[in-house]
């Protein structure tokens, strides 16, 4: 009876072991490795120089360009996240229903989740360009003067937001859409008895059923919006005037442009522990409003 439980534990740690091997490589010794790093002075080859203790963490705090950092975050959190949400969950609503066509809508909502976050920063840096972007030229089609949507510190972070608002449509609207599709139909015929509207019914009705679905798009949004990168370097670079320079950025900057391996380090951990925070009040206090059942 021992022998089969040992085995069989034995066989269990034998299956895992690819999976614990690839998260030893790709996660918890780059994890160490950052600690490690925090805590010490590097030359621009990346090799330790001297240990600084905290002296990384503290010239963060008390940085300047790291509030600015968080602060353009934390509006470019505020800009993406709700509006992506909103949006992909009112074309989920609209095209729900089973009319003729909706499976070509439901094709073209979904599309951009195909699209890789290089080749949809091109697309939508051909649209802004100033002279020769479409978005320019429907502007002067109505008489109104063209927009330097990427290089006006007034419009840079809007115009970053739009693309990355549109770039997450495709997988908010595919989980939101599937959401709407595990709710079955014997709610929507009991609603339409009792004489409900549908702009009720939606509301008070399939929107709480919906909430476990919405609490994880939540989720998985603003982590994602914390940890932007690819569009802001291809699109602005984190100008102008460092109005679109979020904390990935700055990192970046730090790390792999001044060779400052230690700061870089140490804001990774702090952008970690944002998130972390983030993630834990989200789960303490949202999740209350969140019906599972």
Do not use: C
């Amino acid at each position: 009876m021992f022998f089969s439980k040992w085995a069989e534990t034995l066989l269990g740690y034998i299956f895992l072991f690819p999976s614990l091997l690839l998260f030893g490589v790709f996660l918890f010794y780059p994890l160490i490795q950052t600690f490690y790093l925090s805590m010490h002075e590097t030359d621009p080859r990346g090799r330790v120089a001297s240990f600084v203790g905290f002296d990384n963490f503290t010239a963060i705090f008390t940085s300047e360009k790291f509030y600015k950092s968080l602060e353009v975050t934390g509006l470019f959190t505020i800009l993406t996240v709700p509006t992506s949400i909103a949006l992909a969950l009112l074309l989920a609503a609209l095209t729900h229903n089973q009319l003729k066509g909706m499976r070509f809508f439901q094709f073209i909502f979904s599309l951009p989740v195909v699209l890789s976050v290089g080749t949809s920063s091109v697309i939508w840096m051909m649209l802004f360009h100033p002279s020769v972007g479409m978005l320019n030229y429907l502007l002067q089609l109505v008489g109104l003067e063209p927009v330097a949507w990427l290089t006006d510190p007034r419009w840079a972070l809007l115009s970053v937001s739009l693309m990355t608002v549109w770039m997450n449509l495709g997988f908010n609207y595919i989980v939101l859409f599937s959401g709407l599709q595990g709710i079955p139909d014997e709610i929507y015929d009991s609603a339409k008895i009792d004489g409900s509207g549908p702009i009720r019914t939606f509301v008070q009705i399939i929107l709480p059923l919906l909430s476990p679905t919405v609490f994880f798009v939540t989720i998985v949004s603003i982590i994602g919006a914390f940890q932007s990168f690819g569009q802001i370097h291809i699109l602005t670079k984190g100008g102008p005037i460092n109005s679109t320079d979020v904390l990935v950025y700055n990192l970046y900057q730090d790390a792999f442009i001044n060779f400052r391996f230690g700061t870089g380090s140490a804001q990774a951990l702090v952008l970690f522990t944002i998130i972390l925070i983030f993630t834990f009040v989200q789960f303490k206090v949202f999740e209350r409003n969140v019906h599972y059942q």
